[in-house]
């Protein structure tokens, strides 16, 4: 373990550790969301605003190092739904999460990359289905 003189890059021996590294420095992301065309991070802070509801919402795959809250900021009325892409999980089982209230949030972190997200904290009664 050490610098590459070469480089100046951090380095393992056998592990490609800058590439961990990068991906943990962006952890504090912070993305407000308001339409249900908007991406939400997979690793940092998604804040929405969802007025009316918001379905349609995508939260992608996690990768080795991604910490992700989702957290509803504002709600008039109706539902914020976030699903996962085929083959992706919220805890092993379900792909859809709705949330009805303001201030309800999920704070998830990666288990497997690629595949599956675990939940650390459901905070308000986010609801979880598998559609």
Known sequence: MGVNKTTGNFRMPGVNEMAKLRR????????????????LVTSGINVIAGGTGLAGLTLAAPK?????????????SGDVVVTTPAGV??????????????AEA??????????????????????????
């Not at 962006?26 to 991406?39: C, L, M, P």
């Open 24 to 39: 943990v420095a962006h952890q504090n992301d912070y993305v407000a969301i308001t339409g249900a065309t908007e991406a």
């Open 89 to 102: 999980t919220f805890d092993g089982t379900n792909n859809t999460a709705t949330l009805n209230a303001a």
């Open 106 to 131: 999920l704070d998830l972190v990666c288990h497997t990359e690629g595949s599956r997200w675990v939940i650390l904290v459901n905070t308000g009664s986010v609801a979880l289905s598998d559609v």
């Open 64 to 76: 080795w190092g991604d910490r992700c809250r989702i957290v509803v900021g504002s709600l008039t």
